[in-house]
């Protein structure tokens, strides 16, 4: 019996384009970041370099501990001293990147119908992001913090998608077995891979990912319609 249901944010429940969000995010914290010294390609650079380490990681480090530490092996002790002024781009500046990013009311619709129906939702987005930013994402989505169980960010998660680590880390936290949760989310890669733990999982296709070109068709997929209509039927 399904008691939980965890959803992916960024074109699950907030739909956009990868491309157009990548560069309006990295554009404007380069931008934030160029006058105190921060070059704005190698920034970038960095920006890559930190995420790619945070999905690699396989340690008992917080993927926010890996951030970091990136970052001051690429920039050097000055990194420590500088966090605010990154805090203060994802408080005062990351919301221009909003302008990018669509919205579909049936997303929140759908989270609050299972919500009143008794089930337990959480947000299972990749923790490669501090929660200020995650936070101003669900907002964007129509959607509260308060709305989920937990949400996963930089600094609960020690693992990234697609490691099923991942997603027994957030089974662990919520103290729930395979079967009893379904995964919701638009990357093939990323969000089905839970099915391998024993979750049941959903393909939201309206912003569909699939970068391995792999057959859909063994998941059960649609838009936010076809979602409810398959758990209605569980």
């Known amino acids: 019996m399904i008691k939980d249901i965890l959803f992916d944010l960024d074109g699950t429940l907030l739909p956009f384009e990868p491309k157009a969000f990548i560069n309006a995010y990295f554009g404007g914290l380069a931008e934030k970041m160029e006058p105190y010294g921060y070059e704005p390609q190698k920034l970038t650079d960095a920006i890559w370099t930190g995420v790619h ?5 396989d340690t008992d480090k917080l993927n926010e501990q890996i951030w970091w530490e990136t970052f001051e092996e690429i920039f050097g002790e000055r990194v ?7 805090t203060e781009y994802y408080e005062k500046d990351f919301a221009k990147v909003q302008k990018v990013c669509g919205f579909n009311p049936d997303a929140s619709r759908t989270v609050y119908d299972l919500k009143d129906k008794g089930y337990r939702v959480t947000l299972a987005t990749n923790p490669v992001f501090p929660s200020v930013a995650t936070e101003q994402r669900i907002k964007w989505a129509g959607l509260l913090p308060t709305d989920f169980a937990i949400y996963t960010t930089y600094e609960n998660s020690h693992r990234c998608k697609p490691k099923l680590e991942y ?10 077995r395979p079967e009893e949760c379904l995964m919701v989310g638009n990357d093939v890669s990323e969000d089905m891979v839970a099915r391998e733990m024993g979750m049941k999982v959903f393909l939201l296709t309206d912003c569909l990912i699939n970068s ?4 859909i068709s063994e998941y059960p997929q649609g838009g936010f319609k076809e979602l409810s209509d398959y758990i209605e039927n569980l």
Request: charged letters at 50%; zero cysteines.
């Open 53 to 57: 380490a945070m999905v690699r990681n």
């Open 80 to 86: 420590s001293q500088d966090k605010h002024i990154f």
């Open 167 to 176: 997603y027994k880390e957030i089974l662990d936290k919520l103290e729930r």
């Open 212 to 215: 391995k070109k792999k057959d």
